[in-house]
């Protein structure tokens, strides 16, 4: 059974760096065709892909905050982070991780509960 | 805005059947055949309903069916059920610099 948490601050102040966590578990990121994400969701409004790290450690950021991101992943812990940098109010959102697998067409079939990250001062 | 293009609502009687829509462009789904679409009820995380533009995943009901024409792609809803009413949202690959992009998301609410 694939799950997938995150876990990181509910409160950051502009300017700030944020650190993301996602630990899961009922897989492993160290095989061939699997890839872990980040997406993440305004209140109220649609879903934004953010970033993408697969098995191999290729990695993968949406263009628009390309400057601020990055993911990496640590394969013992079975945990990816992401950092987000100069953190705005409009970054305010749910921050979903995410499994996706070459066999998918990397489409996510499994997401996180979310965690909703405030951006204020 | 959205870099695809979805109705912000349609509706529906139960037992009907409704079709939502998801326009793109020839940079993204008209290029690849790699559509997803995902089902949101409120305050819960996205549930993915079909990938690779018509292929449903196990336990998926057959319900759902997704297809495509040109830059447009759809879901499909057939026989709709009280519980089919959420947020739909699609998603289509873009190329290996845009990578994902998602549409606006369509209210679905049953009658």
């Known amino acids: 059974q694939i799950t997938l948490k995150e876990s990181g601050p509910t409160l950051v102040k502009p300017t700030q760096t944020l650190t993301l966590t996602c630990t899961f578990s009922?897989?492993?990121?160290?095989?061939?065709?699997?890839?872990v994400g980040w997406i993440r969701q305004p209140p109220g409004k649609a879903l934004e892909w953010l970033a993408l790290i697969y098995w191999d450690d290729d990695k993968r950021y949406s263009p628009s905050l390309k400057s601020r991101l990055t993911i990496t992943k640590d394969t013992s812990k079975n945990q990816v982070v992401l950092t987000m940098t100069n953190m705005d109010p409009v970054d305010t959102a749910t921050y979903y991780c995410?499994?996706?697998?070459?066999?998918?067409?990397?489409?996510?079939?499994?997401w996180g509960q979310g965690t909703l990250v405030t951006v204020s001062s | 805005q959205s870099a695809l293009t979805q109705p912000a609502s349609v509706s529906g009687s139960p037992g009907q059947s409704i079709t939502i829509s998801c326009t793109g462009t020839s940079s993204d789904v008209g290029s690849y055949n790699l559509v997803s679409w995902y089902q949101q009820h409120p305050g819960k995380a996205p549930k993915l309903m079909v990938y690779?533009?018509?292929k449903r995943p196990s336990g998926v009901s057959n319900r759902f069916s997704g297809s495509k024409s040109g830059n447009t792609a759809s879901l499909t809803i057939s026989g709709l059920q009280a519980e089919d009413e959420a947020v739909y949202y699609c998603c289509s690959y873009a190329g290996s610099s845009t990578f994902w992009v998602f549409g606006g998301g369509t209210k679905l609410t049953v009658l």
């Open positions: 690779e533009g018509s």
């Open positions: 995410a499994h996706s697998k070459f066999s998918s067409s990397w489409s996510v079939d499994y």
């Open positions: 009922g897989f492993s990121l160290s095989t061939s065709g699997v890839g």
